[in-house]
């Protein structure tokens, strides 16, 4: 369910067309609706009913300050996996009381700001973070939460990049270690343990592998409370699929459901970090068609929004649909790639994609780029990243300007010894 929807043969966001955006901002853009993210939050929230549970929306699924307000507001706490996202969370006035941080690789220097700030959680991966955490906990005289998170070998079914839960990659501790990482918390006066962790991956289609999983964190919980190991927070990640193209995934109910029906016979407060869920079919990205080529072998519609505005399709060659902005009748359908400028074979939004032969100068929709969209952004070809636009109603706000090429350049410098007019030896 989203609130971009064909009206009269027009694409609306809410309240407003859609080309109407277009005309005052340009194109390329991201359109996020505020109406679908905090449905997506209530409805996910609303799931999981009276059980005690905790949403600490992914950050990394869509950053943006006006975003993750919109989440406090609602209630939501933050995952976090940077100090970066720490700041924006901080600045968007998600207490920290209810923000956890997750990631294998934080530095001395981000665990320094998330102990300052007072937050709910360390989501712990190595033991080697574990003993950096105490130390770092020890200088400032703190006692540092900690959860440890475990790779349950659960398979996703999901793409490859996206799974996190397996053996091979590089998330989490198996089961051995993390008993090992409970145990050195246990001792040490400057870690406090509070909960457990396991993300499994991103984008997943079926219940049973996040069951699967809390089967065995459970047992693992029974393990450690047989060391005397008392956890408060189950945190079970994120990972909750979308529809983009032909997926089924269970709406929140049956997940919850799931769940709640693992959960009856343990005193635990859940934490969930859904990303993709909450914000990936609020937004879409806006682009204008410039030119169409036909080569004996291929059509092609090129068009302005690149690699760089939107990564997904060039880096896990992800589905999103491409719908025009206003509904041509009595077009003929072709079948297209649709790319972007960037000088990269790489650089398409759809392959092989049967589309009406939208014209020069018309705007497509590329559907369901709300998460992992602008946040994987980049300025690669020095193209300026693309404003990113909310709406709420019939008003829409800049929530992110277009950047500029001053921007571009922003921090560059020529060192002196190239400004000067001698030649270089
Ligand atoms: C990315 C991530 C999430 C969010 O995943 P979604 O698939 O967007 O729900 C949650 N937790 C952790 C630790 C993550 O890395």
Same mark, same amino acid.
């Given at each position: 369910?989203?609130?971009?929807?064909?009206?009269?043969?027009?694409?609306? @966001?809410? *309240?407003?067309?859609?080309? *109407?955006?277009?005309?005052?901002?340009?194109?390329?853009?991201?359109?996020?609706?505020?109406?679908?993210?905090?449905?997506?939050?209530?409805?996910?929230?609303?799931?999981? %009913?009276?059980?005690?549970?905790?949403?600490?929306?992914?950050?990394?699924?869509?950053?943006?300050?006006?975003?993750?307000?919109?989440?406090?507001? *609602?209630?939501?706490?933050?995952?976090?996996?940077?100090?970066?996202?720490?700041?924006?969370?901080?600045?968007?006035?998600?207490?920290?009381?209810?923000?956890?941080?997750?990631?294998?690789?934080?530095?001395?220097?981000?665990?320094?700001?998330?102990?300052?700030?007072?937050?709910?959680?360390?989501?712990?991966?190595?033991?080697?973070?574990?003993?950096?955490?105490?130390?770092?906990?020890?200088?400032?005289?703190?006692?540092?939460?900690?959860?440890?998170?475990?790779?349950?070998?659960?398979?996703?079914?999901?793409?490859?990049?996206?799974?996190?839960?397996?053996?091979?990659?590089?998330?989490?501790?198996?089961?051995?270690?993390?008993?090992?990482?409970?145990?050195?918390?246990?001792?040490?006066?400057?870690?406090?343990?509070?909960?457990?962790?396991?993300?499994?991956?991103?984008?997943?289609?079926?219940?049973?592998?996040?069951?699967?999983?809390?089967?065995?964190?459970?047992?693992?919980?029974?393990?450690?409370?047989?060391?005397?190991?008392?956890?408060?927070?189950?945190?079970?990640?994120?990972?909750?699929?979308?529809?983009?193209?032909?997926?089924?995934?269970?709406?929140?109910?049956?997940?919850?459901? @799931?769940?709640?029906?693992?959960?009856?016979?343990?005193?635990?407060?859940?934490?969930?970090?859904?990303?993709?869920?909450?914000?990936?079919?609020?937004?879409?990205?806006?682009?204008?068609?410039?030119?169409?080529?036909?080569?004996?072998?291929?059509?092609?519609?090129?068009?302005?929004?690149?690699?760089?505005?939107?990564?997904?399709?060039?880096?896990?060659?992800?589905?999103?649909?491409?719908?025009?902005?206003?509904?041509?009748?009595?077009?003929?359908?072709?079948?297209?790639?649709?790319?972007?400028?960037?000088?990269?074979?790489?650089?398409?939004?759809?392959?092989?994609?049967?589309?009406?032969?939208?014209?020069?100068?018309?705007?497509?929709?590329?559907?369901? @780029?709300?998460?992992?969209?602008?946040?994987?952004?980049?300025?690669?070809?020095?193209?300026?990243?693309?404003?990113?636009?909310?709406?709420?109603?019939?008003?829409?706000?800049?929530?992110?300007?277009?950047?500029?090429?001053?921007?571009?350049?922003? %921090? *560059?410098?020529?060192?002196?010894?190239?400004?000067?007019?001698?030649?270089?030896?």
């Amino acid at each position: 369910m989203h609130h971009f929807q064909f009206r009269n043969g027009e694409l609306y @966001a809410e *309240e407003i067309p859609v080309k *109407e955006i277009a005309r005052k901002v340009g194109t390329p853009f991201y359109l996020y609706s505020t109406a679908t993210l905090r449905r997506h939050f209530r409805v996910f929230d609303k799931a999981f %009913g009276s059980l005690p549970h905790l949403l600490c929306y992914s950050v990394k699924a869509n950053s943006n300050l006006a975003v993750l307000r919109l989440f406090a507001k *609602e209630g939501s706490g933050a995952d976090i996996v940077s100090g970066g996202e720490l700041y924006r969370a901080l600045k968007a006035g998600i207490p920290p009381e209810k923000i956890v941080f997750s990631g294998v690789g934080k530095t001395p220097k981000e665990m320094r700001e998330a102990l300052k700030a007072g937050i709910l959680m360390f989501n712990v991966e190595s033991l080697g973070e574990l003993k950096t955490l105490s130390k770092v906990a020890r200088s400032l005289g703190k006692v540092a939460p900690v959860a440890i998170r475990i790779n349950p070998d659960v398979d996703p079914k999901t793409h490859p990049y996206i799974s996190t839960g397996l053996q091979k990659n590089k998330f989490g501790l198996d089961l051995e270690t993390a008993l090992k990482a409970y145990l050195f918390a246990q001792k040490d006066p400057h870690l406090q343990i509070l909960g457990i962790d396991c993300h499994i991956g991103s984008q997943l289609t079926e219940v049973s592998p996040f069951v699967e999983a809390l089967r065995r964190v459970k047992a693992f919980i029974k393990r450690l409370d047989r060391e005397g190991i008392k956890i408060r927070y189950l945190d079970l990640g994120g990972g909750l699929g979308i529809v983009y193209g032909d997926e089924a995934p269970p709406p929140p109910e049956e997940y919850a459901q @799931a769940i709640i029906e693992e959960l009856k016979d343990l005193e635990v407060i859940l934490i969930l970090e859904p990303g993709r869920v909450l914000v990936g079919n609020a937004g879409i990205l806006i682009t204008r068609v410039l030119y169409y080529k036909e080569t004996p072998v291929k059509k092609f519609l090129i068009v302005d929004a690149g690699m760089n505005d939107l990564l997904r399709p060039a880096f896990y060659k992800a589905y999103h649909e491409i719908v025009p902005v206003s509904l041509c009748k009595d077009r003929p359908n072709i079948i297209v790639d649709v790319v972007g400028p960037i000088c990269e074979t790489g650089d398409f939004l759809a392959q092989d994609r049967q589309l009406p032969l939208v014209k020069p100068g018309e705007l497509l929709a590329v559907m369901s @780029a709300g998460a992992y969209g602008f946040v994987m952004s980049s300025n690669y070809n020095s193209r300026p990243r693309p404003p990113e636009i909310l709406v709420h109603r019939d008003q829409y706000f800049v929530i992110r300007k277009r950047e500029s090429y001053n921007r571009l350049v922003a %921090g *560059e410098k020529i060192p002196t010894f190239l400004t000067e007019d001698s030649k270089l030896e």
